[in-house]
């Protein structure tokens, strides 16, 4: 059974940085995809970055490029998302999410695609 549980949302003013955590269990796949995705109130969920195994490779978002960085701890099977530079508008519950095949450029972000989701963290970022 895979779990996937997220830890470090918070509140920062604009600017700060966060950093979130994904820790898997049960992803016994040769290739997977995972990542996070975000939904702020009101409007839809949207694919913030993700890591796809099979080629070591990560996505983002056109809105956190620069800004975000996903990193992936083997011994821990866990997956980080640093976020610096924050802005009111990532105001959002983050979730991790897994899938048990790849990503590649072109639908990494089909939120409907991922198998597997954690309960979600908040980030609240004040101006």
């Known amino acids: 059974q895979v779990q996937l549980a997220e830890s470090g949302g918070g509140s920062v003013q604009t600017g700060g940085s966060l950093r979130l955590s994904c820790a898997a269990s049960?992803?016994?796949?040769?290739?997977?995809?995972m990542g996070w995705f975000r939904q702020a109130p009101g409007k839809e969920r949207e694919g913030v970055a993700v890591f796809n195994t099979g080629g070591s490779s990560f996505y983002y978002a056109d809105s956190v490029k620069g800004r975000f960085t996903i990193s992936r701890d083997n011994a821990k099977n866990t997956l980080h998302l640093q976020m610096n530079s924050l802005k009111p508008e990532d105001t959002a519950m983050y979730y991790c999410a897994a899938r048990p095949w790849g990503c590649g450029l072109v639908g990494w972000a089909r939120g409907h695609e991922y198998n597997y989701w954690g309960q979600g963290t908040q980030v609240t970022v004040s101006s």
């Open positions: 049960g992803l016994t796949y040769t290739s997977y995809c």
